[in-house]
């Protein structure tokens, strides 16, 4: 498995971003949540968006929504670990916390598209890669109609994109299939508990 980036002493205890990534409709959010109450020692990176927030979307909770305007100050000023315009929005995780999480040797988890998982990879930083896939693209069109979140033209637009995405998963360490919730849950966290240690506050892992 490829972790790297553990040499050099800004990360301790063998903490890692475990980066989860995979098409709109996948079932990503969910098995995220799902792992995040097995293992609520990971933190989790809010990242900020241009896209406005939908119904139940809390501030600072699921994203910390701003004006184009003030990400691009924030790429300008290197604040972003790694952005990229995802669906038509801009999307970017800010470094500071993932940084500061890594050293107190506190795992990080991150739910990015496919080009920030590519950014993360070159950034150094010690990381373990996922993608969460669907059983098909059927599946997904499915999944995505059923959430009932998106317009036609978002929902088209994410169905091209899934289409891209899905090229990407060579390049991922770990490729989880989100057919059985259940199972593909039981993978993960498999998965998770061998890559990134569990953390107490107070720096005891
Ligand atoms: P949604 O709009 O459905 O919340 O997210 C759309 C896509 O943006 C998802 O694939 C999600 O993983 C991705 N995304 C969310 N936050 C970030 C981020 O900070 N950076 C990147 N590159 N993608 C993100």
Redesign the pocket.
């Known amino acids: 498995m490829a972790v790297t980036g553990l040499e050099g002493g800004a990360v301790s205890r063998g903490a890692v971003v475990v980066v989860l990534?995979g098409p709109?409709g996948a079932g990503?959010s969910t098995l995220e949540r799902a792992l995040r109450a097995r293992r609520p020692d990971l933190a989790f990176s809010v990242?900020a968006?241009t896209?406005p927030p939908r119904p139940g979307e809390v501030e600072g909770v699921h994203y910390r929504f701003v004006g184009v305007e003030a990400f691009e100050r924030a790429v300008a000023a290197g604040e972003f670990l790694?952005?990229?315009r995802?669906?038509g929005?801009l999307?970017?995780?800010p470094r500071p916390p993932v940084e500061a999480c890594l050293r107190s040797g506190r795992s990080v988890l991150m739910?990015?598209?496919v080009?920030?998982a590519e950014q993360v990879r070159t950034s150094g930083l010690p990381a373990v890669f996922v993608f969460i896939a669907p059983p098909s693209v059927e599946v997904l069109a499915d999944r995505l109609r059923g959430r009932g979140t998106e317009d036609v033209r978002s929902l088209e637009r994410r169905l091209s994109d899934a289409r891209c995405e899905m090229g990407a998963q060579g390049r991922f360490d770990h490729v989880v299939v989100n057919g059985d919730r259940e199972a593909a849950l039981a993978e993960l966290l498999r998965l998770v508990d061998r890559v990134a240690p569990r953390w107490a506050a107070g720096g005891k892992a």
Do not use: F, N
């Open positions: 990534s709109s990503k990242s968006t896209r790694e952005h990229a995802v669906h929005h999307y970017g995780t739910d990015i598209d080009q920030g």
